[in-house]
């Protein structure tokens, strides 16, 4: 049990659909992250949030938009998605940003299908 | 370019051998992460070095930093297969996270 929790765990998607992936950290921790895991490349970092506020967009399409109303909880809502956006989404957590603050904890994920 | 190379990217070995996965780059950094991730779930951090030629040891995983801080490895010694999964290597660099591709590592019983 990492603290870091993700729902749904699967997710099929039309590419018309709207839905939204969900993170809770149990932590205290300060920042919170979107990745994407797609198969043969590495995580790519999608957004950062510090103190619910977004504090990195890496270039994301806006058809992916994230949403923090606390430092617990994470949203990340999708709409009119590709294919090509079928992955493992991944979310983490550190006690803070800077340096020092290097240790993420992961959640376990929720795979995304685009039909 | 990546900023980390991973290598080898696969490992097929049986149970009881010693392995060695390598985490490279060109760049200094101030801290290197090692993270294993199984099939379907998230990475799970397994250790973090911060002095050049700093040894951690976690059970049967021995993880170094180099001395110049650019480099990092992993030993396992009588692997088990327990021990599969993608091990991968990070590192906190202006401001981000960046993460190696991983190195995919299967232990044949």
């Known amino acids: 049990e990492t603290g870091v929790t993700q729902t749904p765990r699967h997710l099929v998607m039309g590419m018309t659909n709207k839905k939204s992936l969900k993170c809770e950290q149990h932590?205290?921790?300060?920042?919170m992250y979107w990745y994407k895991q797609s198969a043969k490349k590495p995580l790519e970092l999608m957004f950062v949030y510090s103190l619910e506020e977004r504090v990195e967009n890496n270039s994301v399409p806006s058809r992916f938009s994230p949403e923090c109303p606390n430092s617990s909880h994470l949203f990340l809502h999708l709409h009119t998605l590709q294919p090509e956006d079928s992955a493992l989404y991944l979310c983490?957590?550190?006690?803070?940003?800077?340096?020092?603050?290097?240790?993420?904890?992961f959640g376990p994920g929720t795979r995304l299908t685009v039909t | 370019t990546q900023l980390l190379e991973q290598s080898p990217q696969f490992l097929s070995i049986q149970e009881g051998e010693n392995l060695t996965v390598y985490c490279n780059s060109s760049s200094v950094f101030s801290s290197l992460q090692w993270y294993r991730q199984e099939p379907g779930e998230g990475p799970v951090l397994l250790v973090t070095v911060v002095t050049g030629g700093e040894v951690k040891k976690l059970k049967r995983l021995t993880f170094q930093f180099g001395d110049a801080r650019k480099d990092s490895s992993l030993h396992i010694t009588a692997a088990q297969t327990g021990d599969t999964g993608l091990y991968l290597c990070a590192v906190y660099n202006f401001n981000k996270f960046y993460f190696g591709s991983g190195t995919k590592l299967n232990v044949k019983p």
């Open positions: 932590l205290g921790h300060n920042a």
């Open positions: 983490a957590s550190s006690q803070d940003l800077g340096f020092r603050s290097y240790e993420q904890y």
